[in-house]
């Protein structure tokens, strides 16, 4: 069977740079089924020599947490659909939203992994901020800045683990 890792959160948040730092390399995958595509892009990648598949769930993205109910609610419902894990990515340059606990717990339903990863922690100095994000009620999160690639290896070790 296999692994199939979406990437979901509000606009902005920093999915399409994870989603392409994890396909370093590799090439996206062209699928020319009209529709099929259209509203989510698809990639190989690996870690540790496991391979699996990246989702980007943000084709619907125009900037602006105003879309929610149409298109935030359709990206949470193909990840949870289509994945068999699921990254739910925040920021720590704008914080806790609403919107952000209304996605998780959307995601909550499903009974797939969740891996919370607070993004654009570019240094140290962001670790403190993003302690607010505890407010959730989750018990880890994991820092990155997909901008530089740090932090992805630790995320990546335990994603691959629970496959
Ligand atoms: P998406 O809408 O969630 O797909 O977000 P994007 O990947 O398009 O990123 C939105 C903006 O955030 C872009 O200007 C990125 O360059 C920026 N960005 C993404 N990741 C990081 C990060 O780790 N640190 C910083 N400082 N900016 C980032
Ligand atoms: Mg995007």
């Avoid at 929610?68 to 990206?75: A, H, S, T, W, Y």
């Avoid at 659909?81 to 990254?87: F, L, Y």
């Avoid at 797939?112 to 407010?135: H, R």
């Amino acid at each position: 069977m296999s692994n199939i890792v979406a990437i979901v959160g509000r606009p902005n948040v920093g999915k399409s740079t994870l989603f392409n730092r994890l396909l370093e390399k590799r090439e996206a995958i062209v699928d020319s089924t009209a529709g099929v595509t259209r509203d989510r892009h698809y990639g190989k990648s690996d870690w540790n020599g496991v391979d699996f598949t990246v989702i980007d769930t943000g084709g619907y993205d125009v900037g602006t947490d105003d879309i929610f109910e149409e298109e935030i609610r359709k990206q949470v419902q193909l990840a949870v659909d289509e994945a068999t894990s699921i990254i739910f990515m925040m920021n720590v340059e704008e914080g806790l939203t609403d919107t952000d606990y209304e996605i998780y717990r959307l995601l909550r339903r499903s009974n797939k992994p969740i891996y919370i990863v607070i993004n654009k922690v570019d240094s140290a100095k962001e670790e403190l901020p993003a302690t607010e994000f505890y407010q959730l009620g989750i018990d880890k999160y994991y820092t990155l800045s997909s901008a530089t690639g740090s932090g992805t290896g630790d995320l990546l070790d335990d994603i691959v683990k629970d496959f």
